[in-house]
């Protein structure tokens, strides 16, 4: 069964720290996505990547970076952790002029 | 950005009865999703409509995509408690699978 694989479900971190988000997919998709959903604001894209080492700003990026050293592998990081930050992060990815994503299950992450 | 605006954004239903949500823009889209989502997962891929007055069904599920590409439906006949969840509707512009949610309608299918 195809997937995407987040490696946190649950993450607990102090503001300041540096948080790193990972997901794989076992697709061979080039496409990868990282969004934050938010009760009341739904699902908002932070970045995406088309291809290995490419990268590219969605609409909230601002306080996230990502890296994409492998085609399956699409890490973000949190540069210094806040607590406006919490939130539900997906992961997705999806085939070059395919409709539709195969996402993650999702990691919860708390700043306090 | 492209605004998608789902309605209604609440909707609790007896088991059995049927319902319909709706997925409006001003824009025009070359494809759009609809998505279900449990709480605590991620959203799962129901259906991709991608031509005018395209109608699919999944089941019980019928989804049909605008003649003019900028709304979509999503019809449930006979609803269950396993139909209980948030549906997002999502749409593509473009060559790059940028894609803009909507806000969802959580859906309750009380037994």
């Known amino acids: 069964d195809v997937k995407v694989t987040q490696s946190s479900r649950y993450l607990v971190k102090r503001t300041g720290e540096k948080v790193f988000l990972e997901c794989v997919q076992d697709?061979?998709?080039?496409?990868m996505f990282w969004y934050r959903q938010d009760p009341g604001l739904g699902l908002r894209l932070i970045y995406f990547?088309?291809?290995?080492?490419?990268?590219e700003k969605g609409d909230i990026p601002e306080g996230y970076s990502v890296s994409r050293e492998k085609k399956e592998r699409f890490s973000l990081i949190l540069e210094s952790a806040s607590t406006n930050q919490t939130s539900m992060y997906l992961c997705?990815?999806?085939?070059?002029?395919?409709?539709?994503?195969?996402f993650g299950s999702g990691t919860r992450l708390t700043v306090v | 950005t492209q605004l998608l605006e789902q309605s209604p954004q609440f909707l609790s239903i007896q088991e059995g009865e049927n319902l319909t949500v709706y997925c409006n823009s001003s824009?025009?889209?070359?494809?759009l999703q609809w998505y279900r989502q449990e709480p605590g997962e991620g959203p799962v891929l129901l259906v991709t409509v991608v031509t005018g007055g395209e109608v699919k069904k999944l089941k019980r599920l019928t989804f049909q995509f605008g003649d003019a590409r900028k709304d979509s439906s999503l019809h449930i006949t006979a609803a269950q408690p396993g139909d209980t969840g948030l549906y997002l509707c999502?749409?593509?512009?473009?060559?790059?699978?940028?894609?803009?949610f909507g806000t969802g309608t959580k859906l309750q299918v009380i037994p």
């Open positions: 997705a990815s999806s085939l070059v002029q395919v409709g539709g994503y195969t």
């Open positions: 697709m061979d998709h080039e496409n």
């Open positions: 999502a749409a593509t512009t473009g060559g790059y699978q940028k894609v803009t």
């Open positions: 824009s025009v889209f070359s494809s």
């Open positions: 990547s088309y291809d290995v080492k490419m990268k």
